[in-house]
């Protein structure tokens, strides 16, 4: 192999698939990254055996070949190297990768590219197609709201339902549920549900650009894989087998009280009294009033104490349709919810300090969070 490539798109390529790098391995080859020629390309793959990425990037190939190459190494070296042309050329013999950029001559000892495992080349006939800004703002809204905790690998998964022209994802840890609908601008022929972990669709919405590019996604059939292809970029990662909860449950019918109020200021105000409550279980209050006649305006009251800081106390102007309520709130989780929502007010339905609020954007429909209620204390 012998390839001459610009700097900067082989640390966009390395800085790409190196997310799937895995770090602790049995096997000493998934610490490596695969480069090949590739059709007039050089090809950079990483996998940890449940997420893939692989990237094209344009090269001069003057010899084909292929060899794997430590990806710490290689990454770190490229990195420092002058922003001009790099030449890699492989001793397939030694299997030694000399990489020279400007004065610099360096010898990487590399992997057989035998030795790596296969990533599918799936057909991408009747892909389902995304639009990128969409998307990528529909990972944002679920896909925070997916448990860390692998004792429920279940919920570590966001549940990907397609139906026509219609794409819904939901995610939940137990705690807080989130849910973004769209339309898709090409009807599906068939239905699918796919529960994908949430670490694959963080690192689709980062790869993804801000292009006008669609994402193509497919998943073929009994092979518990879903495959997303964006420009010069390809994801593939293992589904999540199992269930996902009836999460249409677990959404209110109905409230009692329903506050609206300045996106802006709520969020303001519930990274204040997170400054607090983190020092504790994350707690915070919130006294919703409703006003007592003309001259009060309504308001809520967000407040959090810790034995240790302090305490604070934030009133926010609202208005209230419906009573009065005091509830309590994981701040932290309400302050994620609030980050991605894009419309200057929001709404708070609640019914009372037991049941659990529902946070929505005013104005728009396609979104909504469930947030369960904390003990009051």
């Known amino acids: 192999m012998k390839v001459t490539v610009l700097q900067e798109n082989l640390a966009r390529g390395l800085s790409i698939v190196s997310r799937a790098v895995s770090p602790r391995s049995t096997l000493p080859v998934l610490s490596n990254i695969l480069i090949a020629s590739d059709e007039g390309r050089l ?24 060899t794997t190459v430590p990806a710490r190494t290689f990454n770190d070296l490229v990195n420092t190297l002058p922003g001009d042309q790099v030449q890699l050329t492989l001793d397939v013999k030694t299997q030694n ?91 599906v022929p ?24 669609p994402i193509y996604m497919v998943s073929p059939k009994n092979r518990g894989q879903v495959l997303f292809r964006v420009k010069d970029v390809e994801i593939v990662s293992q589904l999540i087998d199992g269930t996902f909860p009836d999460y249409q449950q677990i959404i209110p019918r109905n409230y009692k009280s329903r506050t609206l109020v300045s996106t802006a200021s709520l969020l303001k105000a519930c990274k204040q009294a997170e400054i607090f409550a983190r020092e504790g279980s994350n ?26 800081t302090g305490k604070n106390e934030t009133i926010v102007e609202a208005t209230v349709d419906g009573g009065s309520v005091l ?23 609640t019914s009372a300090s037991n049941a659990p609020g529902v946070v929505k954007p005013v104005g728009d429909d396609n979104f909504l969070h469930v947030i369960m209620p904390m003990h009051l204390g």
């Open 43 to 66: 090809r950079l793959s990483a996998t940890n055996l449940e997420l893939g990425i692989t990237c094209w990037i344009t090269a001069r190939i003057d010899e084909e070949g292929s």
């Open 97 to 187: 990768l000399h990489v020279k950029g400007g004065t610099s001559n360096n010898d990487i000892k590399c992997i057989d590219a035998q030795e790596f495992p296969p990533l599918p080349v799936p057909e991408m006939e009747g892909a389902v197609q995304l639009n990128v800004s969409d998307f990528k703002e529909m990972i944002q809204q679920v896909a925070f709201a997916a448990s860390t905790d692998e004792a429920r690998p279940v919920l570590m998964g966001v549940l990907l339902h397609v139906e026509k022209d219609k794409l819904t994802m939901a995610a939940a840890d137990g705690f807080r549920l989130s849910v973004r609908k769209a339309v898709l601008s090409n009807p």
């Open 190 to 213: 068939q239905t699918l549900n796919l529960i994908i972990p949430a670490r694959a669709l963080n690192e689709l919405a980062r790869v993804a650009g801000d292009g006008e590019e």
């Open 283 to 308: 707690v915070a209050r919130f006294d919703i009033k409703q006003s007592n006649g003309d001259m009060q305006p309504s308001e809520v009251e967000i407040s959090a104490t810790s034995e240790e």
């Open 327 to 349: 509830i309590a709130f994981n701040v932290k989780f309400l302050r994620e919810a609030l980050e991605v929502i894009r419309t200057p007010n929001v709404a708070l339905e």
